[in-house]
């Protein structure tokens, strides 16, 4: 068997069992759709500020949103496996550890990706979100953004999947990670939003892809410690 199929079938069974339980979804999409009423409230109660500045705290809210997003998945990643006593079946299988970690990343970014496009679609209608420049740059920045969180995500999963407080493990290692690309993808979606400068936007999502191949290759040659801690 190859390995993009290994990859393919379990990261398969992860979002069957998802799509069949619905538990992570849920949670993820109730938590995006309170976000995004919390701030459209805020945003009515401020009703003197400028429409720019509207615009640019909107674009903030909207990473906001994804990163704690993506911290809710993550106590998914390996949930099913811990519940049932089978984590030790799984790391037991006759594949590559580095499949495992790539099959829960592609697990996580489908995930994710759902919940993305329903908090776009919020944003845009409750937060009055104006996409100035080209909408498929927006896309462009948000996958880019989205593969860099869920590749640190899964890094944190596969450090805290043994962990007694996921829930204070989780966002101590999870934020030093993902710290330098949540700057950059706030900044780069502002100027998409208030259309400023298309440059800076292209030169800064360069470094935000550079940080997520950065990230994915230093995972992808540490997976057996990963693993075997």
């Not at 938590?31 to 429409?51: H, M, V």
């Not at 896309?139 to 593969?147: A, E, M």
């Not at 999947?161 to 999870?174: D, E, M, W």
């Not at 330098?180 to 298309?198: C, G, H, K, R, Y």
Request: aromatic share 10%.
């Amino acid at each position: 068997m190859s390995l993009i199929s290994e990859i393919y079938l379990l990261a398969r069974k992860d979002i069957l069992l998802e799509f069949r339980k619905r538990e992570t979804l849920f949670s993820m999409g109730l938590f995006s759709f309170a976000s995004i009423l919390i701030f459209s409230t805020l945003f009515n109660l401020l009703g003197s500020i400028s429409l720019e500045t509207k615009q640019a705290i909107s674009a903030a809210c909207l990473w906001f949103i994804i990163t704690f997003t993506v911290m809710l998945g993550l106590t998914s990643v390996f949930s099913r496996e811990l519940r049932k006593n089978s984590i030790y079946s799984l790391l037991s299988l006759p594949i590559k550890p580095q499949v495992i970690f790539l099959a829960k990343l592609a697990y996580l970014i489908v995930i994710l990706a759902l919940i993305e496009l329903i908090t776009l679609i919020l944003a845009i209608v409750f937060l009055r979100l104006n996409i100035q420049a080209d909408f498929l740059l927006l896309c462009i920045v948000l996958t880019i953004g989205t593969i860099d969180l869920c590749v640190a995500g899964c890094i944190v999963s596969f450090l805290t999947v043994y962990a007694r407080s996921k829930t204070l493990a989780i966002p101590i290692l999870f934020f030093p990670l993902i710290l330098p690309s949540i700057l950059i993808a706030t900044q780069v979606t502002t100027n998409i939003v208030l259309f400023e400068d298309p440059a800076y936007v292209l030169n800064n999502t360069l470094l935000l892809f550079i940080h997520a191949i950065i990230l994915l290759t230093i995972a992808l040659l540490v997976t057996d410690e990963l693993i075997g801690e």
